[in-house]
């Protein structure tokens, strides 16, 4: 098996991480990986936001999780604090790709999905884990919501595609089974 069969077949949702910080050069590598992602009509029709400063990815844990408390349905919230009371779960980077209506593309969710699985797959490339975190939209639907925006210098106009955590794991797990059910051979 060659070396991006191996990647795509050991990559795991992480949702434990020690903290440690990811070096500047390998923050760099992995966003040139997303970079590198196609797109429909090559429009790129995304921003990506690197946040790598952990205390800032744990205000924006709170931020969702204070979302989430003070919505009436305490259903997800009560979830969350179930298994752990953390959406980032103590990551130190992450990925905000942010999607751009400007570009006037039909298929901006699409590659925004492959931007994300780039960094996935870049940063098991890389002996880093990583999670998908939708859930991340939660940080920006809050009162403060412009006030972090603004702190992150997420710019105007441009809409929350995706979220990838990116760290060192505690926790490793054994990849999804997959599922050959699922493909249809004619
Ligand atoms: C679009 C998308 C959104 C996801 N959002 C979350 C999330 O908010 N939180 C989370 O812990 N995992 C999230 N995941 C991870 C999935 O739960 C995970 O990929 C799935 O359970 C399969 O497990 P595996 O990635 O380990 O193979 C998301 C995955 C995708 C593709």
Known sequence: MNEVLRTIEQ???C????GRPVDKETLQTI????????????????RLLVIADKAMVDKLDCAAM?????????????????RGG???????????ILKDP???SNWTDV?????????CLAAASLGLDSVIVAMAHLSFRGEDADELKAALKW?????????????????????????WGKVINY
């Not at 949702?15 to 020690?18: F, I, L």
């Not at 953390?86 to 905000?96: D, E, G, I, S, T």
């Not at 710019?155 to 599922?179: N, Q, R, S, T, Y």
């Open 11 to 13: 990559r795991f949702s």
């Open 15 to 18: 949702r434990d991480y020690d």
């Open 31 to 46: 966003a040139k990986a997303a970079l590198q992602s196609p797109s429909a009509m090559n429009l790129q029709p995304w």
């Open 66 to 82: 204070d979302y989430m408390k003070s919505l009436p349905d305490k259903g997800l919230y009560n979830r969350i604090m179930e």
């Open 86 to 96: 953390k959406v980032f779960y103590n990551a130190p980077v992450l990925y905000l």
């Open 102 to 104: 400007a570009a006037g």
């Open 111 to 119: 590659d925004c999905g492959i931007m994300t699985q780039n960094i």
């Open 155 to 179: 710019p105007e106009g441009l809409e929350f595609g995706m979220g990838v955590l990116v760290g060192h794991g505690i926790i490793k797990k054994e990849p999804h089974e997959i599922d």
